[in-house]
């Protein structure tokens, strides 16, 4: 039973989130990869809630809900549909919260394969561990299913700033849990991973935008301050300092999705994808600077760490192409013979 959940998590991050699940096939004890996958395959379902990016709402640009049995209600007002799919959402999140209550022996597992991993991989951890203090940390569970939650609600981005800060929170918890999974426990790496969970957020952004000619384009109004295109919240003030509109975006996308060849965007729209890829460049470099630094970094966690190489290889397709975001290269998979 405990290698069908396990073998349920590498499924999920198969289908929902590829260059995990190829990281960890460098995790090289199965025990430490269960744990990573069951990890990450909670995040994946999380991230499923907000509409499969986990960076803000979907896309709100239409008057008819999709349901898993493959009805379609049309008809529904924009806002019955939004407090519909709120109401399943927030139910959704406080499964996931049960799950990870679950992990730690609070109450009955619910019957549900990643529940049953992260419970057990949890387990085997502080077994091996010698004690209460060896398995995952609670707090870092917690975090990342209430940021999975926030960006689900599609509040916008007033700022740049406020995008990093948020998507820390997002991608950070994650990085700090497989360092765990793997058996790291360091301050030290910990803040590199805190820069590297920035510049990956920032880079998951770039990859959705990159993605709207196949996904399909819209505006998306997020709640108070911010806008986004095909559901990818967008600063404010990174569009002001652009002179841009997200419609400049969603005709920029729509031109990509119809065009026979790739032609360049508006330089603006370059401009402000630059900006963006700068910000997550910086980090990157930060984090790779601060592990360089480390007397004894432990070999372990390269193993928890190879989203760093993901987003440098991204930024440099996204740098080939002159930062046109629409460009059909940039949806290639990475490491596509795994």
């Known amino acids: ?56 709402g979907g896309n709100t640009n239409t008057h008819a809900t999709q349901h898993a049995d493959g009805n379609t209600n049309v008809g529904l007002s924009p806002a019955s549909s939004r407090t519909r799919s709120q109401l399943a959402a927030s139910m959704r999140f406080s499964f996931w919260r049960s799950v990870v209550d679950s992990a730690y022996g609070s109450g009955a597992a619910p019957q549900h394969p990643i529940a049953a991993a992260l419970r ?9 561990r010698g004690g209460n203090n060896g398995g995952l940390t609670k707090a870092f569970l917690v975090r990342l299913v209430a940021a999975h939650e926030q960006e689900a609600a599609g509040v916008g981005f007033a700022t740049l700033g406020e995008a990093e800060a948020r998507l820390e929170a997002l991608h950070a918890p994650l990085l700090y849990l497989q360092l765990e999974a793997v058996g790291v426990r360091d301050f030290g790496v910990d803040g590199a991973a805190s820069h590297l969970g920035v510049a990956n957020g920032l880079v998951a952004q770039l990859r959705r935008l990159a993605a709207a000619p196949v996904v399909g384009v819209g505006v998306g109004v997020g ?99 002159d930062f046109d975001i629409f460009n059909p290269r940039l949806r290639n998979r990475d490491w596509r013979y795994l």
């Open 1 to 56: 039973m405990s290698a069908q959940h396990h073998k349920h998590c590498l499924e999920v991050v198969r289908r929902l989130d590829w260059e995990g699940y190829t990281a960890s096939l460098f995790v090289r004890t199965q025990p430490r990869r269960d744990a990573v996958l069951a990890v990450r395959a909670l995040n994946a379902e999380l991230a499923s809630i907000g509409g499969g990016g986990g960076g803000g």
């Open 120 to 128: 057990e991989s949890n387990e085997g951890l502080r077994s091996a």
């Open 223 to 321: 709640v108070g301050v911010g806008v986004g295109v095909a559901g990818v919240p967008l600063p404010a003030d990174l569009l002001h300092r652009h002179g841009l509109a997200t419609e400049d975006f969603v005709r920029a996308a729509a031109a990509a999705a119809a065009a026979a060849s790739p032609s360049p965007p508006l330089p603006p729209i370059a401009d402000a994808v630059f900006e963006l890829a700068t910000r997550a460049n910086d980090r990157l470099a930060t984090a790779k600077h601060d592990l360089a630094l480390l007397p004894n970094l432990p070999k372990e966690s390269t193993q928890a760490l190879l989203s760093l190489v993901a987003s440098d290889l991204f930024l440099k397709r996204l740098e080939a192409v």
